[in-house]
């Protein structure tokens, strides 16, 4: 089946520092590619799609100064958490469907804390 | 727009015992139907998915739902538990309209199996 992976698996940052996220799809392509954060024990809340090769659309509430994202290549979506603050520790997870497919297959997640 | 009803935030069976996850949806287009599974501080894993072919599909680890257009339900269910299938269950729909896909997630049901 298709894999994504994510890294880091989990990061440890002071507050102000930024933290960079890389989301791959090894082997398939993906010109889409989404965000999620999830909160403990909580379900899973879109924040962006990443498109390759333009501008990522996010979701209302969801600065985009604040997280940036990049799709750089057909297989790498990054996110980044600039002046991380302790309420953005969280658990951040990407996704991409396969294409021709509707199937989403997911990262393993990173889990973020900021001190 | 679509929606996802989980019913139960927590479900408790004892092992060797049926499992019953329900989901309901509502949906403006035909939707396609997915059940995710994530195990504690991992990612998520497609247990099984619906795409309009046959309405009982069977997943991963002996898990299967039935799609019932009449009551709008898509249930998860297992004749018997294992400890290992203790975890975070997420019922998903996806749509794809004018504007795109939309991929909707349940608030999750956490399932505990218990000795």
């Known amino acids: 089946g298709a894999v994504v992976s994510q890294h880091p698996s989990w990061v440890i940052c002071k507050s102000g520092t930024s933290v960079k996220i890389e989301c791959r799809s090894l082997?398939?392509?993906?010109?889409?590619m989404f965000w999620y954060r999830q909160f403990p024990k909580q379900s899973l809340m879109l924040m962006a799609t990443?498109?390759?090769?333009?501008?990522?659309?996010?979701e209302q509430g969801v600065e985009k100064d604040k997280f940036l994202i990049n799709h750089a290549s057909l297989t790498l979506s990054t996110l980044t958490v600039t002046s991380a603050h302790p309420e953005d520790s969280s658990f951040y997870i990407c996704?991409?469907?396969?294409?021709?497919?509707?199937?989403?297959?997911f990262g393993p997640g990173t889990r973020l804390t900021v001190l | 727009a679509q929606s996802v009803t989980q019913l139960d935030s927590h479900v408790s069976v004892s092992e060797g015992t049926p499992v019953l996850l329900r989901c309901n949806y509502s949906?403006?287009?035909?939707?396609?139907l997915f059940w995710y599974v994530q195990h504690p501080n991992k990612g998520l894993q497609l247990l099984l998915k619906?795409?309009?072919?046959?309405?009982l599909v069977k997943g991963i680890n002996g898990f299967e739902a039935e799609f019932k257009k009449s009551e709008t339900s898509f249930h998860l269910t297992k004749p018997s538990a294992h400890m290992s299938d203790a975890a975070e269950y997420f019922c998903?729909?996806?749509?794809?309209?004018?504007?795109?896909?939309?991929?909707?997630f349940g608030p999750g049901t956490r399932l505990s199996v218990l000795p």
């Open positions: 996704s991409a469907p396969r294409s021709g497919t509707d199937t989403q297959y």
């Open positions: 082997d398939f392509q993906a010109t889409t």
């Open positions: 990443s498109n390759e090769g333009s501008k990522a659309t996010y």
């Open positions: 949906s403006s287009y035909s939707p396609s």
């Open positions: 619906y795409t309009s072919a046959a309405t």
């Open positions: 998903v729909v996806s749509e794809t309209d004018n504007y795109g896909q939309n991929f909707v």
